[in-house]
């Protein structure tokens, strides 16, 4: 049996699943147990790289625990926003990761801000080599029995509809880089009003157009998979996190 190429494979899917910069991070408020099992890691005197900033949702409480902490984020618009929440510890850098110049933290973080990076060992080996004492990556986990990585496999041939962590955390394998990995505990399934609103869905997820020759094969799966109550359908797919970490070197 030929083992993957992990790394390989994690380059196709961002190719495939390639969305305009600044897009992603920008989440709501909520309970978050992947972000404060980093706060519990944080002392007062370290200094923390937050890769892929977004709106501050992570870098701004680190700022209330660490000492200092350095946002690197290309969109504009989220630099704006972060400068405006007046946090006096929170360095702010307009660039993409794989351009940025900056100088060695103590703990380098990146959530969910990885999935534009065709190249992760060169992602990742640039966190090693910004970081003194950890290095934390936050990346979906695809649900084992979704309606996506059943569609995906039917026409890619492949159950990975995009980068996420399972591809992820066997490319750091690979690597040699042996992570700990904390799951978040729960699934927050996705819900849609009407059947045409999950087959768009499917269709944004899968990178189609609209009218596509998989339109009816798609309908024809939500219509079994997914499950309607309360006026909604419910998926098995949703979101959730899983965060590998390491002491890098």
């Known amino acids: 049996m030929t ?27 909520r309970p978050d147990p992947l972000l404060d099992r980093v706060i519990e890691k944080l002392r007062p005197g370290d200094t923390v790289l ?3 900033a977004g709106n501050g949702r992570c870098a701004i409480p680190f700022a209330r625990v660490a000492r200092s902490v350095t946002a690197v984020e290309p969109s504009a618009s989220s630099i704006a926003l972060l400068r405006e929440s007046g946090v006096a510890n929170l360095r702010l850098l307009q660039a993409r990761w794989e351009d940025a110049e900056v100088e060695p933290h103590d703990v380098a973080f990146c959530s969910h801000a990885m999935y534009s990076s065709e190249d992760f060992a060169a992602f990742v ?3 090693e080599a910004k970081a003194r004492n950890f290095c934390f990556l936050v990346m979906r986990v695809p649900s084992h029995d979704g309606v996506m990585r059943e569609l995906s496999r039917r026409i890619y041939g492949e159950p990975h509809d995009s980068p996420n962590f399972w591809v992820g955390y066997n490319a750091l394998y690979d690597m040699g880089i042996y992570a700990s ?28 157009e609209s ?33 590998a970490w390491w002491q890098p070197g």
């Open 181 to 208: 990995v904390a799951m978040e505990p729960s699934l927050r399934p996705w819900t849609d009003a009407t059947l045409e609103d999950a087959l768009s869905r499917a269709r944004r997820h899968l990178q189609l």
């Open 211 to 243: 009218g596509s020759v998989w339109d009816d094969e798609i309908r024809e799966t939500l219509a079994q998979r997914l499950t309607f109550r309360d006026g909604q359908y419910y998926w098995p797919d949703g979101m959730r996190s899983a965060m």
């Open 50 to 52: 937050d890769i892929g």
């Open 125 to 127: 080996r640039k966190m």
């Open 3 to 29: 083992e993957p190429n992990w790394a390989g494979l994690w380059r196709r899917l961002t190719e495939r699943a390639r969305r305009p910069e600044g897009t992603n991070k920008q989440g709501t408020a």
